[in-house]
């Protein structure tokens, strides 16, 4: 199991060297010159030349990119146009704003997925199959911001219950939490109710029936189990559309995140800030892969056995 | 002559059968029939509104009008029918959706293949640098394409095409991989025919359901895209009608005219839910061993 967690860690590098440099090489395609963006119109041309060299603009690409990289393993992203901060400074006090977003979604989708989807399969064509369904083909198909704008129309405006927006306790983490995890609880829900169909048909279910084991322990025990692998693919690859989702989320509810200050870096052409919120991102989707991965290896017994 | 005329009856019979397993179920027929809906309203809209005066027209003596036999969705800040936007709005998202569907199956369907076909060093290379894309989460690296190429239709179509390519090359590289090694392939080879004959002839037919099954359902997350993307002002610009911009400008208005956000929402809702129901059917009817 270690040798798997090793060999995992180790394919992580050259993944996080390849997504910094496209992010950086698609970054650099934005317009304007760095050094005039960082001095101001009124700067001089000899102030901008000597910038430019001193931030190694008259470099190649692939220079520039070692640099920054260089630079990123001790902490440094960069200097904000904008507001001429550290970028990383400003990253780093957001960042577990958009943790605790998306944390919070990922448990309450999943928390309320699992149960309706093994309901569900466990009673197939009931009503409550037929409703639980419909509703995750709704929550699959609605635009999270629109669920948002609906949500606080609801239950901040008409209602009174929640705040409207930004972040301020448990209380305002409700409303945007509910909106991002919808969509993720309806697509989890169903890949759950399908793989749980297929388990529950397989020969060993049978056996344990004939057995003679009560239906609820037949499904807790031996069915369960292995109707969750696919289900935790599809966390896996839910964990992307979490992030987009989450940029969104931010947004509509002035959620003191990276999404929301990516957004407005990026109306700011601030584009050292807008690099490293999507580097942040980036990096974060890739270690959640790789924690989404170790933990596959820990639920299918297959995968383990390769790296015994 | 002969081998061909044969290919092309199995192949037909074979998706024939899948029309009538897609008839048979109900939700696939429902999407599909709103889905041709949206589909006509898109292609109709220019025949019953005016895109001048009716679609972009500020008109200050019908501001903020509630829904209304005159109009029937009412009207936005700037005295615009909304009815007539939402409409209108589906252009914008359908156009781009297939385009980018279009071009993004067309490249994810050479690399794939290549990928597939060829195996050894071609398939590691490619898809390690799909493993690269698909290592950022879609809508952020949209996001940065358009953050870096700035605002504009053909750049959103740049952005969701790169964005859509490693996802299609994936689901192409794994059906020709099963194909692959089938004995009809092998017998193909043997039989001295060309490699692009046989990847165009045998393997990609024989692969084809996932890739269709992908296809809808990619056409419903570029729409979403467009949408998340036109909402936070990075998609389709003001005056043009879409979905997405249409429901940022109605935020600001949503304590006293709530009507404003209902509609643009509803829109992409019910395209989505139709593309998500085709794509469900188009699943158990291609590929009955999953139902």
Sequence with gaps: MIKFIIKRLLALIPVIIGVTFLVYFIMSLAPGDPALLLLGEDATPEQIADLREEMGLDQPLIVQYGRYMFKLVTGDMGTSYKTKNAVAKEVFSRFPNTLILAGFSTLVSIVLALPLGVFAAVKQNSLFDTVSMVVALLGVSIPIFWFGLLLILLFALKLGWFPVSGFDGFKSLVLPGLALAFQHMAAIARTTRSSMLETIRQDYIRTVRAKGLPENKVITRHALKNALIPTITVIGLQIGGMMGGSVLTESVFAWPGIGRLMISSISGRDTPMVLGCILMFSITFSIINLIVDIVYGFVDPRIKAQYK | ?291
């Excluded at chain 2, 005066?53 to 200050?60: F, L, P, W």
């Excluded at chain 2, 903020?64 to 615009?80: I, M, Q, V």
């Excluded at chain 2, 297939?98 to 794939?112: N, R």
């Excluded at chain 2, 389709?236 to 006293?256: C, H, K, T, V, Y």
């Design chain 2, 1 to 291: 002559m002969a081998k061909n005329t044969e290919k092309v009856q199995k192949s037909k019979g074979q998706f024939a059968e899948a029309w009538v397993r897609l008839r048979r179920n109900k939700g696939a027929m429902i999407g599909l029939s709103i889905f041709l809906l949206i589909v006509m309203i898109a292609l109709l809209s220019p025949v019953f509104f005016d895109y001048e005066t009716e679609v972009i027209k500020q008109d200050y003596g019908s501001v903020k009008l509630a829904p209304s036999s005159d109009h029937w969705f009412g009207t936005d800040e700037f005295g615009r029918d909304i009815f007539a936007r939402v409409c209108w709005g589906s252009r914008a998202s359908l156009a781009i959706a297939a385009i980018v569907t279009i071009i993004a199956l067309s490249i994810g369907a050479v690399l794939g293949s290549l990928a597939g076909y060829y195996g050894g060093k071609v398939d590691m290379i490619i898809m390690r640098i799909m493993d690269i894309f698909m290592a950022i989460p879609g809508m952020l690296l949209a996001i940065c394409i358009v953050a870096a190429l700035g605002t504009g239709t053909e750049k959103l179509v740049i952005a969701m095409t790169i964005s859509s390519v490693p996802s299609f090359s994936r689901i192409v590289r794994g059906a020709v991989l099963t194909v692959r090694n089938s004995e009809y392939v092998r017998a193909a080879t043997a039989i001295g025919a060309k490699d692009r004959h046989i990847i165009f002839s045998h393997v990609l037919p024989n692969g084809l359901a996932p890739i269709i099954v992908q296809t809808t359902l990619r056409f419903a997350t570029v729409i979403l895209s467009i949408a998340g993307l036109s909402f936070i002002g990075l998609g389709i610009q003001p005056p043009q009608p879409e979905w997405g911009s249409m429901l940022a400008n109605a935020r600001s208005f949503i304590r006293d005219y709530s009507y404003m956000c209902a509609f643009p929402g509803l829109a992409i809702m019910i395209t989505i839910l139709s593309l998500n129901l085709l794509g469900d059917g188009l699943r158990d009817a291609l590929d009955p061993r999953l139902k």
